[in-house]
């Protein structure tokens, strides 16, 4: 997994590429965790380059989330690829998760 | 079941009366360009225009008989969506040779055992699935391709097998209008959209006719015969009668397996446009959609009319419209119902001018074949497949290109076999089974725990995937399902040495196996809560259980001897 971060206005852009698997989704968690923590703004994360999402990358999002809730800083997701949509379907998490289909729209969401 | 965005009304939806009589005729029109095919049988036939008209007539009957059996549910009957049927070119060009050999009878006699054939096949769809594999499939599509475009060609230019009215040349002008009419449905399908790109083959047809009439190509004669056929009239049955020929039973019964896989793709493809859940084909409707295009070409050969089969451009047009409600067939069906008693419209097909109806099936030519190629490729080809679809092709093109490769045969074989349809599909079909053999249907992998790599565990999914020639998206599922369930079962379940790996493929099923030393993985069918998810330590791995089953059609788990083994299955 590689992370890429960018940071558009207050809005801190993670691009995730790669596998995010039980080895590494607390480096993702880590780095998202630290963003809210330092309040430094809102975090979205831009998983267009996501090939694959286990159950433990999905627990990382949730505790992201909510985090999120608790500094009170917008956490939103983009950029789902239709397989990996597919996995969120699946696991019921479309409708936890604030997801946008693209990185503008993310952007303009975590704003 | 979730109904896409774009659909308006869903098939099992009632849309206002007057959407719902506007889509019929929208449907009418767009299945009536295929009248042009009895039209052709009865000429080849050197038929009167009276019963010409008289076929076209009885084929509207059968297709308003044909629609209502396909697009409702009656008992096995019927796929309950908008994919109802017209005189198909699949038993156009078995009926040009009945035709030839035998006349009417012949044409209508064989039409019924086709029907039946098919009726046959809807029943044992699932175990004839190895004979058919896409390679096969789309070779056939191919093949139907090539000849409809032989067939429009030969109207123009002819051949030893000229099944056109007259013997006499065809003029200069006659190719320019027919050329004239080509490019107005190809202008009209590649520059337009919406109605003007659904009717491109009605319009070029229609402005080709009236351009022919302007130039002085129609004959005046046959102004008057439109002119002279009454208003309103009963169908005559005077051509009726059935007559049976083995020998024709090889192209009827191509023509049958090509309809039923017609069949197959028009209900999946409205199954797929109504859900955007959609996963797999839905064979009971597949069945009951295949058992309804058998019975309506039965009803077709039983009344004196042209074999009919499942249209994709109704499909296409129900798609593009999102109007895919299943009660369009019952104005669809009146109006055919009525047309049938119109003897005019009879007529103006039988009098259609032949480089006019030749464009017509070129362009209609050019879908098919591309309909063939995407088919064939639609799986990863390994040697085995590119070896059969070249052979296959090449025979199939070398009956029509070279008709002495079949001189050993005795004459009433060459007959059959000298199609390119016939002969490229037996090919197909005989090498298939020939190359089936030695096709390892079952791969292995271990697997250790510390050393595991999802990398490798994919390539190995994809490798066998190519070798068995599987459905992509089926890997893809598996490929998830695979490489999850090791990285739970080596998180959760700590097992002792490899962990075992045991793929399975036959052409309805990939299975696989996962088995390892050490306690069962939990495939919990309920979902755990988020907060179990993020609170407990094996929460996400609950998490993971309940997706793996949720992804595979099927998860079996047990534990013995220490040993567990988990199996997903998943339908192909």
């Known amino acids: 997994m590689i992370l890429t971060e960018q940071k558009v206005g207050n809005v801190n852009v ?10 590494n989704a607390p480096k993702l968690q880590e780095r998202a965790a630290a963003i809210f923590a330092s309040g430094s703004g809102a975090v979205l994360l831009d998983l267009a380059k996501v090939e694959y999402i286990s159950s433990a990358g999905f627990r990382s999002l949730l505790l992201l989330a909510r985090q999120s809730k608790e500094v009170k ?8 690829t239709p397989k990996v949509r597919q996995l969120f379907d699946l696991g019921g998490f479309l409708d936890l998760l604030p997801v946008k289909a693209t990185r503008e729209e993310g952007i303009a969401a975590a704003q | 079941m979730r109904k896409p965005s774009n659909v308006v009304y ?17 449907h009418v029109g767009a299945m009536s360009m295929y009248l042009l095919y009895p039209v052709l049988v009865a000429r080849a036939v050197n038929a009167p225009p009276e019963v010409a008209a008289s076929m076209v007539s009885l084929t509207l009957l059968a297709m308003a008989v044909g629609t209502l059996l396909q697009d409702f549910r009656f008992g096995p009957v019927g796929s309950g969506y908008l994919c109802q049927p017209i005189p198909s070119v699949v038993y156009l060009l078995p009926s040009l040779l009945a035709a030839k050999s ?3 009878p012949l044409v209508f006699g064989m039409t019924i055992a086709a029907g039946l054939m098919e009726m046959a096949m809807s029943r044992v769809l699932r175990r004839l699935r190895p004979i058919f594999p896409p390679e096969i499939v789309g070779l056939v599509i191919l093949l139907v391709g090539v000849a409809t475009g032989l067939v429009g060609l030969r109207l123009v230019f002819g051949d030893s097998h000229h099944h056109d009215r007259s013997t006499e040349s065809v003029e200069l002008i006659e190719i320019v209008v027919g050329f004239i009419t080509l490019a107005i449905m190809a202008g009209l399908n590649i520059w337009n959209r919406g109605y ?23 004959l005046p004669g046959d102004m008057e015969a439109i002119a002279r056929a009454p208003a309103i009239a009963l169908p005559s049955f005077s051509h009726v009668g059935w007559s049976f020929d083995p ?5 009827f019964a191509v023509a049958s397996v090509a309809a039923t896989l017609k069949v197959m793709g028009n209900v999946t493809t409205l199954q797929k446009a109504n859900d955007a859940d959609w996963i797999r084909p839905g064979m009971t409707q597949v069945m009951g959609g295949v058992l309804a295009d058998g019975l309506g070409t039965v009803v077709a050969g039983g009344i004196g009319a042209q074999g009919l089969n499942s249209s994709p451009t109704v499909v296409g047009l129900a798609a593009a419209s999102g109007v895919l409600s299943r009660l369009v067939a019952v104005p669809v069906a009146a109006i055919l119902a009525i047309l049938a008693f119109l003897p005019k419209v009879g007529a ?3 009098l259609m001018p032949r480089t006019v109806a030749a464009a017509a099936l070129v362009f209609s030519s050019t879908f098919i074949i591309v309909n063939g190629i995407q088919v064939m490729t639609s799986r990863l080809l390994d040697t085995r497949k590119t070896v059969l679809i070249g052979l296959a092709l090449l025979a199939g093109l070398a009956v029509d290109a070279e008709p002495s490769v079949l001189r050993f045969f005795p004459e009433n074989w060459k007959a059959v076999l000298g199609t390119s349809l016939v002969l490229g599909t037996i090919v197909g079909l005989v090498l298939n089974l020939i190359f089936r053999m030695g096709v390892m249907r079952s791969q292995s992998l271990s697997i250790a725990p510390e050393s595991m790599e999802p990398a490798r565990i994919e390539e190995f999914l994809q490798e066998s995937g190519e070798q068995w020639g599987a459905r992509p998206d089926v890997i893809e599922r598996a490929k998830f399902n695979l490489v999850q369930s090791i990285e739970t079962i080596v998180e959760s379940c700590e097992p002792e040495g490899p962990l075992e790996v045991n793929a399975i493929f036959d052409e309805f099923n990939v299975d696989i196996r996962v088995s390892y030393s050490g306690p069962l993985l939990e495939l ?3 979902r755990p809560t988020n907060e179990e998810i993020m609170e407990t330590e094996d929460g996400h791995l609950r998490l993971a259980g309940f997706m793996l089953r949720r992804y595979a059609d099927r998860v079996s788990a047990v534990h013995k001897a220490g040993r567990s083994t988990v199996t997903f299955h998943f339908d192909h």
């Open chain 2, 196 to 218: 003007l790109r659904i009717f491109c083959v009605l319009i070029g047809m229609a402005v080709g006719y009236a351009l022919a009439g302007a130039l002085g190509i129609l």
């Open chain 2, 247 to 251: 020998t024709l039973l090889l192209p």
């Open chain 2, 524 to 526: 919990p069918d309920k």
């Open chain 2, 102 to 104: 035998g006349g009417l």
């Open chain 2, 348 to 350: 103006v097909f039988y």
């Open chain 2, 10 to 26: 869903g098939f099992d939806e009632r849309p206002p009366p007057l959407v719902t009589v506007l889509s019929g005729l929208q």
């Open chain 1, 14 to 23: 993670i691009e995730v590429a790669g596998r995010v698997d039980s080895a």
């Open chain 1, 73 to 80: 800083s917008p956490f939103v997701l983009c950029g789902l």
